[in-house]
């Protein structure tokens, strides 16, 4: 979640076919990986969460974005900006897990997936957190066959509790995240 200590170091990695279709500007996301990834280790504890990746072309074409917007928003806002090869869609956010619970994360992972067919996501439009009010984070919507990928992100919410980890009440929006307003 923070990209500046994200690790980008797979503990596992299982295949997950998603083939996501990007408006024009963009290019055509490939299949890619499920992976849970650790950003920053805490004693016995991992800080986790579970993403799907981008291909190159795709953060590539973030990063585009990214400039043109910092030229639009100039010194009036401070923006930390996502380092472009860190950008993924977050599926689930596990917080602080101990490391024993990796395997028994690995296992809800595959269960998680299990009867999910390939479907279609679209990158358009930006937005913000909260909606309204100042900005907190600046992100890239995500639409097209939205509903697999709720119901994935339902089982994985559901798993993650199953193993401790802190459950989620706000409903699940698909978005890649951009950068973080200081």
Request: glycine share 8%; net charge positive.
């Amino acid at each position: 979640l923070f990209p500046v200590f994200c690790l980008l170091f797979p503990v596992f990695c299982f295949l997950f076919p998603v083939s996501c279709i990007l408006s024009p500007v963009f290019c055509i996301l490939y299949p890619v990986s499920c992976i849970l990834y650790p950003v920053k280790t805490m004693n016995a504890q991992l800080r986790t969460f579970i993403a799907i990746e981008l291909p190159e072309e795709i953060q590539r074409g973030l990063e585009r974005v990214q400039r043109k917007l910092s030229r639009l928003v100039g010194t009036g806002l401070k923006v930390r900006w996502t380092r472009p090869e860190t950008i993924h869609l977050t599926l689930k956010c596990l917080g602080d897990i101990r490391r024993e619970t990796v395997s028994e994360v690995g296992a809800f992972m595959r269960e998680s997936v299990r009867g999910i067919t390939p479907f279609d996501l679209t990158v358009e439009g930006l937005g913000s957190f909260p909606p309204a009010g100042r900005p907190r984070i600046l992100w890239v919507g995500v639409t097209g066959e939205v509903e697999p990928l709720q119901v994935l992100a339902g089982r994985l919410e559901k798993g993650a509790r199953q193993v401790g980890a802190k459950g989620e009440d706000r409903r699940y929006v698909p978005h890649l995240t951009l950068g973080r307003v200081k």
